[in-house]
């Protein structure tokens, strides 16, 4: 089914431990986002890429690595996991700009949700 | 920079009666408003947007918005709610930064609850 899809969907890490969300789209979509989604603060940006080998930062960017080394994946690495992490994370891609009239809407993955003891 | 601020946390209404969640923004020039919902579990779905024309925009499932540029205001509506509409929405408002790229900023969302 095409659509984004995100792993893992639970993790629990200790602090200090790395990992990778993972995050892939067969939709052909040039523009990828990361979003971590905390009680009482919304959504909030934390990386996005407009195309393969090209990422900026977005609000929230601080414990956070990307890399877009193909069109369809864009993973999320936690350098040294810490309790403030402690979020549900989405991915959404688009075509292009959402902000392009048109049809072009973000469509996002299921989340994952990460734990930090 | 612009914000989005979504006064009510938590709305409860019974089935079938209407519905208007409020969602006011801060943006310097014309902007790019979306209503997004979010069910349990789930990621985000668009329900509908406005950039520009007729202010009242229909969506999908039978939602619809109006933007009012005196009030700053792009309130959701639905005239008759089913259990199902029963999720989390999110108001959102988009802008080109300096450097051409597209940012997006969500309000911190209003949960709704059907009641029988």
């Known amino acids: 089914n095409a659509g984004v899809t995100q792993t893992p969907k639970f993790q629990v890490l200790k602090t200090g431990q790395s990992m990778t969300l993972q995050c892939a789209q067969d939709m052909n979509h040039e523009y990828m986002s990361w979003y971590r989604q905390d009680p009482g603060m919304g959504l909030r940006l934390i990386h996005y890429s407009v195309g393969a080998g090209i990422t900026d930062q977005g609000e929230v960017p601080n414990g956070y690595n990307v890399s877009r080394s193909t069109t369809e994946d864009f993973p999320l690495r936690l350098l040294s996991a810490a309790p403030s992490q402690t979020s549900v994370y989405f991915c959404?891609?688009?075509?292009?700009?959402?902000?392009?009239?048109?049809?072009?809407?973000?469509?996002f993955g299921a989340g994952s949700r990460l734990t930090v003891l | 920079a612009q914000s989005v601020t979504q006064p009510d946390i938590h709305i409860t209404v019974s089935e079938g009666a209407s519905l208007e969640l409020r969602c006011n923004y801060s943006?310097?020039?014309?902007?790019?408003l979306f209503w997004y919902v979010q069910s349990p579990g789930q990621g985000l779905q668009l329900l509908l947007k406005y950039f520009s024309g007729d202010t009242l925009v229909q969506g999908i499932k039978g939602f619809e918005a109006e933007f009012k540029r005196s009030q700053s205001s792009f309130n959701l509506r639905k005239p008759s709610v089913h259990w199902s509409d029963a999720a989390e929405y999110f108001c959102?408002?988009?802008?080109?930064?300096?450097?051409?790229?597209?940012?997006?900023?969500f309000g911190t969302g209003t949960r709704l609850t059907i009641i029988p």
């Open positions: 959404a891609s688009s075509y292009s700009s959402v902000l392009d009239f048109g049809a072009n809407v973000l469509t």
């Open positions: 959102a408002v988009g802008a080109f930064t300096n450097f051409g790229n597209e940012k997006l900023t």
């Open positions: 943006y310097g020039a014309t902007p790019y």
